[in-house]
């Protein structure tokens, strides 16, 4: 059924329409509406049978959501950013424990400084804890891979995060195709654990293991990710003969037969890329797009042949890793058919700075033009970084730099350190 809707409000009517038992939250912008109208749903009896655990902090919410799948209920839970660090030890637990559950992360700056927009700087942070994670590039695929996400957690016994760019997702109205109950009934059977806590046949979970043996238990969480490579593409697959459009898989290429340049992104940025891959291929440029809806696993094979005969490839990032550069390009590398391929890393939209469509048909340009570096942060300020930097070398207190840099760009609210030099 088309429905115009909250995209929050779209994910929260889908992840009821699966049957979830147990959902913990713990609200943080901008996962904040998810969790809502889940709790709402919940209370007006729409989904049984259902507990909503209002719980003390994002470690509570996902230690919850450990127990009650180590008890075998099917569990839900969403964060974002700070939130996502508040339960890193849990995260790792849940992977390591191999416990199938689904968590929306509502994609927003870390701080410091204090940043409330999207980037992907929450879920990067987690890239390598052992769940599998997959970006939505628009508000109906993060709706459609939260169904799909509940099918691979349980069939593999992993826990997955879908990643939904917080605000430009999260918080936009758009017309989804809401699916029926028996749609997704049809697709998702009931949850049957691989493993359970049972007081009639007591186990440990979770015990200690020596140098003996923990070596063989985390390539057992390698193989089942190598595994999830194998059955996403057979899920989608499947969701398209159930609901009768393509959603999901482990990436989405665009014009990309004939494309000598490949631009390669996460999340909802894509769309903006594909209108300037329309605008340039309107000029004759042999030019076209990946998006990847599969990071972890990391989809190697397929990207090789998405590749194809590329001679450039740009990534575009929105989130850094310091002192290095860009997450995907570097995995990218490692899939790339021709080493002698050249791999252009743009971060872009650091703490929702916009990503304009002038903005990336210029670097796309510079990188057919061969005068593109190997890492460029777009739209950078090249002045205000001068500025500050020239500070810091006149004077030892020269106080906090994002304070300085607001007062330099125009921005009230910033206080002036003493003694600091204007």
């Known amino acids: 059924m088309l429905k115009q809707c909250e995209g929050s409000q779209a994910i929260a009517e889908v992840v009821a ?23 709402s749903i919940v209370k007006a009896g729409r989904l049984k049978p259902c507990e909503f655990i209002n719980v003390e902090s994002e470690f509570g919410a996902l230690s919850v959501a450990i127990g009650a799948s180590a008890m075998g209920a099917r569990a839900y839970t969403a964060t974002a950013s700070q939130g996502i660090l508040f339960m890193a030890e849990a995260v790792y637990n849940a992977a390591g424990l191999g416990l199938p559950m689904v968590m929306t992360v509502g994609n927003r700056s870390i701080g410091a400084p204090i940043n409330i927009w999207n980037d992907h700087t929450d879920s990067m942070s987690m890239r390598d804890a052992g769940w599998i994670q997959l970006y939505a590039h628009d508000n109906q695929e993060a709706a459609d891979l939260h169904i799909q996400a509940f099918r691979l957690g349980e069939a593999l016994s992993l826990p997955v995060m879908v ?15 809401v699916p029926t109950q028996e749609q997704v009934d049809t697709y998702l059977s009931p949850y049957e654990p691989q493993q359970v806590l049972d007081p ?10 020596g140098p003996e043996a923990f070596t063989e238990v985390r390539y057992l969480a390698h193989h089942k990710q190598l595994q999830a490579l194998e059955l996403i593409p057979a899920l989608a697959a499947e969701f398209k003969a159930t609901f009768g459009r393509d959603s999901g898989g482990l990436l989405h290429t665009y014009r990309t037969d004939d494309a000598d340049t490949i631009v390669c992104a996460l999340g909802s940025v894509n769309g903006t890329i594909r209108d300037v891959v329309d605008d340039m291929r309107g000029q004759g440029v042999r030019i076209g797009s990946v998006s990847l809806c ?25 989130s850094l890793s310091v002192g290095i550069g860009g997450n995907v390009s570097h995995n990218l590398r490692m899939a790339l058919p021709d080493p002698a391929t050249r791999v252009h890393t743009v971060i872009a939209g650091l703490g929702g700075r916009p990503i304009t469509r002038a903005s990336l048909k210029r670097v796309f340009a510079q990188a057919i033009a061969g005068t593109l570096q190997p890492l460029t942060f777009l739209d950078l300020n090249t002045q205000v970084i001068e500025r500050q930097l020239e ?18 760009i ?7 350190p003493e003694g600091n030099p204007t």
Not at 164 to 174: E, K, Q
Not at 294 to 318: C, D, N, Q, W
Not at 392 to 406: F, N, Q, W
């Open 391 to 408: 500070r810091e070398r006149a004077v030892r207190r020269s106080g906090p730099a994002a304070e300085a840099i607001l007062r330099d």
């Open 163 to 177: 990643c939904v760019d917080g605000f430009i997702l999260t918080h936009a109205y758009d017309r989804i195709d």
């Open 17 to 39: 329409m699966c049957r979830p038992e147990v959902i913990c939250a713990y609200p943080i912008t901008p996962q904040t509406h998810i969790v809502e109208t889940l709790s």
């Open 200 to 209: 009639d046949n007591p186990v440990t979970i979770g015990a200690m293991v």
């Open 410 to 416: 125009g921005i009230n609210g910033a206080a002036q």
């Open 294 to 318: 599969t990071y972890r696993p990391f989809p190697s094979e397929a990207l090789r042949t998405a590749m194809g005969h590329a001679r450039r490839v740009i990534t575009i990032e929105k």
